[in-house]
């Protein structure tokens, strides 16, 4: 049977089954094979044999049922996959069991119909909505997914990032972030902190930032989170690269909670919001599409408002990861967009001599590295990019980069 070689395979399972036809594990294999050669009549005979001498076993109206639609008589399968399930009004597992052979058919409609009727007698409703929320979108069915969805998170919270993940999965689908935020609007409206955060993500997603920040600051305030939800939407909003937004709640942060622990970190981000803000300008005005260009002086009147955004963070945080930071990023402004060596050089050491350890250490000799090679120094340059290779803090991405500089000096 893994050769293809079905015929023999066939001989040889008739033969067990022969010996032994209450042998259910012949039987399945029979199904397979008799499937592939497309000898439907005999299956069907074998099969109905099985039921007329084992009426409970389940399995056996699910293949029997796939047989009939294979052979296109739907209607038949229909009423064979429904005969278990007559006087089925407790045990939600036999909707499952023949669900699988339905799926197997490909029948959605008729596996969505039994999904839901064994979610009507489940005691545990969740793996039922997910298996219709997988079945409504497979289905381009995103309202009823996502109502799905929103009932788990209303009896299960603690689902939220499997809902959330499941949900982006289909969300830049055509219309289906607008099924889904008009339906995780009307859910949301019960108070559930899970479906409040799925709905400020999905104003996100359709850059209704507003809508989404007065959330996280309801969020905010009836949970006493201390910042903790704006700032996480703020660095959400930084990745996606929504600089000036994110800046703004960075702010916002600062100003409602001076005394949260995550100040430091929210300083750090308006300073990376500006300095994204910079680098974005800075990227338009160079060739890009050359290979090779020389580096020369940016001029804007940004640069020194964002070196003081930085420079602030490492004053209030003196030797802390944020002021480390902070000294790394003010390094890059001033090799990249000042062409100042010699200064960057002085910041980025005090990263690499005075936190070896640190998160932007690996940045920080990595960037020590491009300067030397800049300046043809190639017996230094290979020195930071060999630093890097060796601190264990490094990413791999960071190291391959470093890795691929010294083969390039070699």
Not at 66 to 71: C, E, K, L, V
Not at 345 to 370: I, K, Q, Y
Request: glycine share 4%; hydrophobic share 40%.
């Amino acid at each position: 049977e893994q050769a293809g070689d079905y015929e023999n395979a066939l001989k040889l399972y008739e033969a067990l089954y022969e010996n032994d036809p209450q042998n259910i594990h012949y039987i399945n294999s029979l199904y397979r094979v008799y499937t592939q050669l497309k000898n439907y009549a005999a299956l069907v005979d074998v099969l109905e044999k099985r039921i007329a001498e084992v009426p409970d076993d389940i399995s056996s109206y699910g293949m029997l049922g796939s047989t009939y639609h294979r052979m296109g008589n739907e209607a038949k399968a229909n009423e064979v996959w429904e005969i278990p399930l007559k006087n089925e009004t407790e045990n939600a597992l036999t909707f499952r069991l023949i669900a699988d052979y339905t799926l197997e058919r490909r029948a959605f409609e008729k596996a969505i119909d039994l999904y839901s009727r064994g979610k009507a007698i489940a005691e545990d409703k969740i793996i039922f909505s997910f298996d219709l929320a997988s079945l409504y979108t497979l289905t381009m069915q995103y309202d009823k997914a996502t109502e799905e969805y929103c009932f788990i998170l209303q009896n299960e919270p603690k689902q939220m990032t499997t809902v959330e993940t499941r949900i982006f999965e289909y969300i830049s689908k055509p219309g289906a972030l607008d099924a889904s935020l008009s339906v995780v609007e009307d859910f949301a409206e019960d108070g559930n902190l899970s479906l409040k955060y799925l709905l400020a993500r999905l104003y996100t997603e359709k850059n209704l930032f507003d809508e989404a920040l007065e959330i996280y600051l309801l969020i905010d305030k009836e949970h006493s989170n201390g910042g903790k939800d704006l700032f996480m939407y703020a660095d959400l909003l930084l990745k996606e690269n929504h600089f000036k937004l994110a800046s703004e709640i960075y702010l916002k942060i600062i100003e409602l909670y001076p005394n949260s622990p995550l100040t430091a970190q929210a300083k750090l981000g308006y300073a990376r919001s500006l300095e994204s803000e910079l680098f974005e300008e800075y990227v338009k005005s160079i060739p890009l599409w050359k290979p090779l260009f020389p580096l020369s002086k940016f001029e804007s009147d940004e640069i020194e408002k964002v070196l003081t955004a930085f420079d602030e963070v490492v004053e209030l945080y003196k030797h802390s990861e944020p002021a480390y930071e902070a000294i790394l990023r003010m390094g890059i402004i001033k090799f990249y967009l000042q062409n100042e060596f010699n200064e960057s050089t002085s910041l980025l050491n005090v990263v690499t001599t005075e936190a070896p350890l640190s998160r932007s250490a690996a940045d920080a000799f990595f960037e020590l590295g491009n300067i030397f090679l800049i300046q043809g120094d190639l017996n230094e340059a290979e020195r930071k990019y060999s630093a890097l290779l060796s601190n264990n803090r490094a990413q791999n991405d960071k190291k391959n980069a470093a890795a691929y500089k010294l083969a390039r000096i070699y």
